[in-house]
Nanobody, 115 residues
Framework: QVQLAESGGGLVQPGGSLTLSCVAS????????MGWFRQAPGKERELVAT???????KYGDFVKGRFTISRDIEKNTMYLQMNGLEFEDTAVYFC?????????WGQGTQVTVSS
């Protein structure tokens, strides 16, 4: 089992930026996909971005170039740089890792976009 710990959430004004971090503890074996998901009140959890073993990123359609997913393998850390935040980006953001026979989630970090 992999333990995932998110940080970096908070309150930001529209148009602002935040960087989320996800530190992974435990063994992560290739091939894997790590990603960020989010869940807003009353809505289903949705994909924000993923990055695979080869470092190839994918983004949800709503991202529209505003977010960047990255990772630091030596630090076992994944990041989500979010720019141009909008009210609709308010949600709990979760870190996720999927390997061949397992999937783990973090506890989530709250992002609130408000003026």
């Amino acid at each position: 089992q992999v333990q995932l710990a998110e940080s970096g959430g908070g309150l930001v004004q529209p148009g602002g930026s935040l960087t989320l971090s996800c530190v992974a503890s435990g063994q992560i074996f290739a091939p894997y996909v790590m990603g960020w998901f989010r869940q807003a009140p009353g809505k289903e959890r949705e994909l924000v971005a993923t990055i695979n073993t080869d470092g190839f990123p994918k983004y949800g359609d709503f991202v529209k170039g505003r977010f960047t997913i990255s990772r630091d393998i030596e630090k076992n850390t994944m990041y989500l740089q979010m720019n141009g935040l909008e009210f609709e980006d308010t949600a709990v953001y979760f870190c996720n890792v999927r390997m061949f026979a397992s999937e783990d989630w973090g506890q989530g970090t709250q992002v609130t976009v408000s003026s």
